[in-house]
């Protein structure tokens, strides 16, 4: 998906590519806190309709209409493994599950991902239009992400020789942007957990379901002086 491109409508032959859609075969196990696994309730599926997207490049503060391919679960994943013929687009996968009981929206993202090094979501969410008067609109998704920064830009105010001294000032603004990377960082990092919480939920689901139990114990290991160990944990 190409978020280079300043022009918000971009030609079907430029314009960037989303990937993603509802997992309705995971989507009833996804969240963890709607379910009372002692005694499961079948959750009804929601019907589906198109989301109008919007994707935001927050280094180059542009905003663009992606272009959209929904794959449900009974859909060819292969699609999210091939590659595109051109690398100036970015490929993103949004996995959306039903909304928690109570919401305006019928549907939430369980979790986004990036499926190219240079670039990462930071953040992603579904809310409801505005329409005119106290009608509400449509569904809309955002999904806000950063490129990759080049580590040799300096703020323009930083001397530009290595035997330079920096002043209070230029010091303040190397604070300032190692604080403001650091805070990209961690919205990068808290998108990924998302995804890791939800892989991790499904995995455990999946093995209580071919084993008919839950795991009580787990193998552990671990590497120390004497060479490699092996703990065994077993639930009380």
């Known amino acids: 998906m190409s978020t280079t491109d300043k022009d918000a409508s971009p030609p079907d032959g430029l314009s960037p590519s989303i990937k993603g859609g509802p997992d309705i ?4 196990e ?3 806190s709607a379910v009372d696994q002692a005694n499961p309730v079948e959750t009804e599926m929601p019907s589906f309709e198109p989301l109008f997207t919007l994707l935001t490049n927050s280094t ?3 905003t663009v209409h992606p272009r959209i391919h929904y794959l449900f679960s009974d859909d060819d994943q292969s699609i999210l493994s091939t590659p595109s013929q051109d690398p100036s687009h970015r490929a993103l996968v949004v996995d959306l599950a ?4 109570g919401s305006a929206n019928r549907w939430a993202v369980s979790w986004a991902s990036s499926l190219t090094p240079d670039f990462a979501v930071t953040e992603s969410s579904v809310a409801v239009q505005q329409g005119e008067g106290d009608e509400s609109g449509g569904a809309i998704l955002r999904v806000e992400g950063v490129e990759r920064e080049p580590i040799e830009a300096r703020p323009d105010s930083l001397p530009n020789s290595g035997s330079g001294a920096i002043g209070g000032e230029d010091a303040d603004v190397l604070a300032e942007d190692f604080r403001r990377r650091m805070g990209v960082l961690k919205k990068v990092v808290d998108e990924s957990e998302k995804r890791r919480m939800v892989m991790g939920h499904n995995e455990q689901s999946q093995q209580v379901e071919n084993d008919g139990v839950a795991p009580d114990e787990a193998v552990l290991d671990y590497e120390d002086d004497k060479g490699k160990g092996k703990v065994r944990a077993e639930d009380d």
Do not use: K, V
């Not at 075969?25 to 009833?28: D, E, F, M, N, Q």
């Not at 039903?98 to 009981?101: L, M």
């Open 25 to 28: 075969g995971l989507s009833h």
């Open 60 to 62: 180059t503060n542009t």
């Open 30 to 32: 996804q969240s963890p």
């Open 98 to 101: 039903p909304a928690p009981e």
